[in-house]
């Protein structure tokens, strides 16, 4: 059973940067996809980031693209989302996912969270303007 823990999240003014953590137990993250999401209050949740195993090529929303970017440490098995340049906007719960198989990047399948299997317990994030 993996277990997925984010850590990282605050309270930021606008312009500065965070970076989240997800450090991850009884999954060894190099073998598996992985990704971050949010979700602000009353919207739905929207894909931020994945990158894929082994090389991990990255994936962005539109939204965060040139602003923030995932990366993996495998000696501590930890996934990480710095955070630049932050916005109101980007004021969320942020969650961590991961999925071994079934996960075709060529499709874009990354953006949706119906093919994440694993979800960490979300780490908020607050922008103030």
């Known amino acids: 059973q993996v277990q997925l823990v984010e850590s990282g999240g605050g309270l930021v003014q606008a312009g500065g940067s965070l970076r989240l953590s997800c450090i991850a137990s009884?999954?060894?993250?190099?073998?598996?996809?992985t990704g971050w999401f949010r979700q602000a209050p009353g919207k739905e949740r929207e894909f931020v980031a994945a990158?894929?195993?082994?090389?991990?090529?990255?994936y962005y929303g539109d939204s965060v693209k040139g602003r923030f970017t995932i990366s993996r440490d495998n000696a501590k098995n930890t996934v990480y989302l710095q955070m630049n340049n932050l916005q109101p906007g980007d004021t969320a719960v942020y969650y961590c996912?991961?999925?071994?198989?079934?996960?075709?990047?060529?499709?874009?399948?990354?953006?949706?969270?119906?093919?994440?299997?694993?979800w960490g317990q979300g780490t908020q994030v607050t922008v103030s303007s």
């Open positions: 996912a991961s999925q071994g198989s079934g996960m075709d990047f060529s499709t874009g399948h990354y953006a949706f969270g119906a093919y994440w299997g694993s």
């Open positions: 990158g894929s195993r082994g090389a991990l090529t990255s």
């Open positions: 009884g999954r060894t993250l190099n073998n598996y996809n």
